[in-house]
């Protein structure tokens, strides 16, 4: 499976946009993209996915770069509520196998 | 629609005994993951089932093993409890047409072993 690398911490201000980088310089074709989150005492929360093209939607953003070697999650505004362990994550096909997790990025939000 | 519920919440047992933990994927679907989450290894998979076939697995001992109902209840059991299987589990479940797109996880089963 190819592996993902991100920043073990961030911070980042209430209300503030959020930039989260992931490198993935080993991706393959089929493989798709996965955010998912963590905040503290609770399960994996999906956030996000995609290939090839950007993506949008309620909660988030996810910018992946042309080459696809690297994408970056979007938090447009960050609430507090977001402070959370944030994963970057590849699959191949996207529709089976399994999500591996890595350590991923602790984001802290200051109000 | 409900989510994904896990019971018990909390269970502490003794090494050497076995555990079974529940999972009660939120209603519709069929695929259900657990995952090992500790402190030093992160989150690790275990398996994955699918209208009751277990279709992945990770890299764990045979200890550790698992079965899906007709209902898509999903339950995993760890024999010969040893201490280091003390760890957060947590179960996952996805839409059949969705696969890894989208999975939602459970609050996850607090094991502790003595």
């Known amino acids: 499976d190819a592996k993902t690398t991100q920043p073990n911490s961030m911070e980042s201000n209430e209300e503030e946009p959020v930039h989260l980088p992931c490198n993935h310089s080993?991706?393959?074709?089929?493989?798709?993209i996965h955010w998912y989150r963590q905040l503290p005492s609770q399960g994996p929360e999906y956030v996000i996915h995609?290939?090839?093209s950007n993506v949008n939607n309620r909660m988030a953003s996810l910018a992946i770069a042309e080459d696809r070697k690297s994408s970056t999650l979007i938090l447009h505004r960050a609430t507090l509520r977001d402070a959370a362990v944030y994963y970057c994550?590849?699959?191949?096909?996207?529709?089976?196998?399994?999500?591996?997790f890595g350590k991923g990025t602790k984001l802290s939000v200051k109000p | 629609k409900a989510g994904v519920t896990q019971t018990p919440r909390y269970l502490i047992k003794t090494r050497g005994q076995q555990v079974t933990l529940s999972c009660s994927p939120i209603s519709g679907h069929r695929s259900v993951s657990w995952y090992q989450q500790t402190p030093g290894q992160g989150l690790q998979f275990l398996f994955e089932?699918?209208?009751?076939?277990?279709?992945n697995k990770g890299n764990f001992p045979g200890r550790f093993s698992g079965r899906q109902f007709s209902n898509s209840r999903s339950e995993m059991n760890v024999s010969t409890l040893e201490l280091g299987d003390s760890a957060l589990y947590l179960c996952a479940s996805s839409p059949q047409d969705r696969g890894l797109y989208e999975q939602y996880f459970g609050p996850g089963t607090r094991l502790t072993v003595t």
């Open positions: 089932y699918f209208s009751e076939t277990q279709r």
């Open positions: 080993t991706i393959s074709g089929t493989d798709y």
């Open positions: 995609g290939l090839t």
């Open positions: 994550i590849l699959t191949y096909g996207g529709s089976q196998g399994n999500l591996i």
